[in-house]
């Protein structure tokens, strides 16, 4: 088949590969436009541009979409079918209507589950034991489309967005290419999703890392793993910000203020939640490098009463 891939991090770097390794044809790929970034704010690559560079294959990064440029432009390459994973846009109709065999996405969750940009990152945050990857065809909603093929994935205690999106990344691959192969024989019957079934995992925001010590324990300690590695959760030590990398749940009665530091040990600084303690186990201020609670803890004096906050005190 001749194949168009829509992607852009990561994440869908090995669904690429996994096509440029078949015996399909990858005709063209399109990603998102290089962004600027870190302190100089240099022009990046998306890892996806990387791949095709690397492979010759031709690339397009439109800053819309939604132009008869673009779709011009895409139809040129006449594909078959498009292979979706991560791209970061929704599609519009002309799109989705102009390859015979569809526009085909590879999802980070076991649909109808976790609709949205951030499926992994809610999944650990909402404490899940089990994700996976959904292929689905597309259509002009957020990820509602039929679904073709799914395969579960189990999510460990230890997990954070960061560790398990790499394994969902390559469940992705090999699951993309199993539903390539049976789309072409013709086996493949489409499933409609059960929307009662739905739910949301909007895209997060740096803001969205503000730690609120009124949450319990055991749901701080996921928001920790499933905001790992962004935006990162954090707090606030008087003017310092703390940057929480690890952090264990504690059942132990909380009877201080949300918030306050009730113990201090060479691993562990314990904090008083809405519900139980949360152990800070891995840490990062301001101009250092992250560390563990007892090498934090060399440098720094943590007095046991202290308040951690939701801002700037």
């Known amino acids: 088949m001749r194949i168009v891939f829509m992607g852009t991090p ?10 440029l390794r ?48 673009f779709l ?8 078959d079918l498009i292979a979706i994973a991560a791209y ?27 609709r949205g940009a951030a499926p992994v990152q809610w999944a650990v945050i909402n404490g899940e034991t089990e994700t996976g990857i959904t292929t689905m065809l597309m259509d002009e909603g957020m990820d509602t489309g039929a679904m073709l093929l799914q395969e579960k994935l189990e999510i460990s205690p230890e997990d954070t967005a960061g560790t398990l999106a790499p394994r969902l990344a390559e469940l992705g691959a090999r699951l993309l290419l199993d539903t390539l192969m049976q789309l072409k024989a013709g086996t493949l019957t489409p499933k409609k999703q059960d929307d009662g079934q739905a ?12 730690i609120d010590w009124t949450m319990s324990a055991t749901v701080l300690a996921n928001r920790v793993r499933g905001l790992s590695p962004w ?36 691993q562990t600084i314990m904090v ?31 007095p046991v009463g202290g308040q951690l906050g939701s801002s700037i005190a």
């Open 72 to 79: 011009q432009a895409l139809s040129a390459w006449q594909p």
């Open 199 to 210: 739910t949301l995992a909007p895209i997060l925001k740096k803001e969205d890392g503000l």
């Open 88 to 114: 970061g846009r929704i599609l519009p109709t002309p799109i989705l209507r102009l390859p015979p065999m569809g526009c085909v996405n590879v999802h980070g969750s076991l649909l109808p589950k976790y």
């Open 231 to 266: 935006p990162g959760a954090f707090t606030f030590f008087g003017e310092e910000r703390w940057n929480i990398w690890r952090a264990v749940s504690n059942v132990a009665a909380a009877t201080d203020k949300p918030g306050t530091i009730v113990a201090v040990n060479k």
């Open 10 to 19: 990561e994440f869908a770097v090995p669904s690429l590969e996994a096509i």
């Open 272 to 302: 008083s939640t809405g519900d139980g303690l949360l152990g800070i186990r891995e840490i990062q201020t301001a101009n250092s490098k992250r560390m563990s609670a007892d090498q934090f803890l060399a440098g720094h004096r943590i």
């Open 22 to 69: 078949s015996d399909n044809q990858v005709v063209g790929v399109v990603t998102q436009p290089d962004r600027p970034k870190g302190r100089g704010q240099q022009l990046v690559s998306s890892p996806v541009k990387l791949v095709a560079e690397r492979t010759g294959i031709p690339i397009l990064q439109p800053l819309k979409i939604r132009t008869p440029e």
